[in-house]
């Protein structure tokens, strides 16, 4: 027994797989700016000595930021890859057809025209 037609099942999965790629992209692009406006910045401010560019952003905190942006990244990608496989274990797709034979029925009919079973469509 289903509690939702598998129409509302597709329309879920494809909002949750929308959802969970948009969360992805936001990620991966506000870990990708935040961590290149670091590294400019980094490189930009003491050419000259270098050594003391790293002490004066480690006491700001700035190399906590780049490890951020970094998981940040590695976060955004991860759930690009893994979302739709996520959301196909977490809401599983509806099975099609007969649920004894596995015919196929999509003319919109009550009976399986295969091997009699009621209530299929």
């Known amino acids: 027994m289903t509690w939702f037609p598998p129409s509302r099942i597709h329309d879920l999965r494809a909002l949750l797989l ?3 790629r948009l969360t992805s992209a936001v990620l991966t ?6 961590f290149l406006a670091r590294m400019i910045q980094f490189m930009l401010a003491d050419a000259i ?3 003391r560019n790293y002490r004066v952003w480690a006491q700001l905190g700035y190399d906590e930021v780049i490890s951020w942006s970094i998981g940040q990244i590695l976060a ?3 759930l690009a890859f893994c979302s ?9 797709p509806p099975e ?3 649920p004894r034979c596995g015919y196929a029925v999509g003319d919109g009919t009550d ?3 295969e091997c009699g ?3 299929v469509g």
């Open 96 to 98: 099609m057809g007969c």
């Open 117 to 119: 079973q009621t209530g």
């Open 29 to 34: 692009l506000v870990g990708g700016v935040t």
């Open 84 to 92: 739709q496989a996520a959301l196909r274990w977490i809401i599983r």
């Open 76 to 78: 955004g990608l991860t």
């Open 49 to 51: 000595q270098p050594q």
């Open 111 to 113: 009976t399986c025209p």
């Open 18 to 20: 929308w959802v969970s």
